[in-house]
């Protein structure tokens, strides 16, 4: 009888182990808060002083209001929010990392990205983001 309550015991703690592990996973996750508007979604990780982040700025300002409704553009000072650094595993900023619609990651660029390299990236990965002069827009 002692081996079998030993094995119940030890499969009671990998199940609760399990569970708290996918609890983590899903408290700790990068898809976008609110899931009934979901897009696809660029988080840009530098800092307000950093030269090469502060040329990303009017970047970052010009895609979140021409791509409103259809892209999520998200700035994050690490130098302020240190955690976010960590979380992102950030090596390098200006850092851009480019998040499906479900949060998954699809791609990641370290330094200065410019928008028509941005927008020709998020075409490469599918989206299919209309152009703010196109018809559908206006």
Not at 6 to 14: I, K, N
């Amino acid at each position: 009888m002692k081996p079998i309550r030993a094995l119940r015991s030890v499969l009671f703690s990998f199940l609760c182990l399990a569970a708290l592990a996918a609890g983590l996973r899903a408290a700790d996750s990068t898809a976008p808060a609110d899931s009934k508007a979901a897009l696809p979604r660029l988080v840009d990780l530098g800092a307000d002083k950093c030269i090469p982040c502060k040329m990303m700025a009017p970047i970052l300002a010009a895609l979140e209001k021409e791509y409103a409704g259809q892209l999520k553009v998200e700035f994050i000072d690490v130098w302020k929010n240190r955690g976010a650094g960590e979380r992102y595993g950030i090596q390098l900023i200006p850092t851009q990392i480019f998040f499906d619609t479900t949060g998954k990651e699809l791609f990641r660029h370290e330094g200065f990205y410019a928008k028509k390299d941005i927008l020709a990236k998020w075409a490469e990965l599918g989206a299919a983001l209309q152009a703010p002069d196109s018809p559908g827009q206006r």
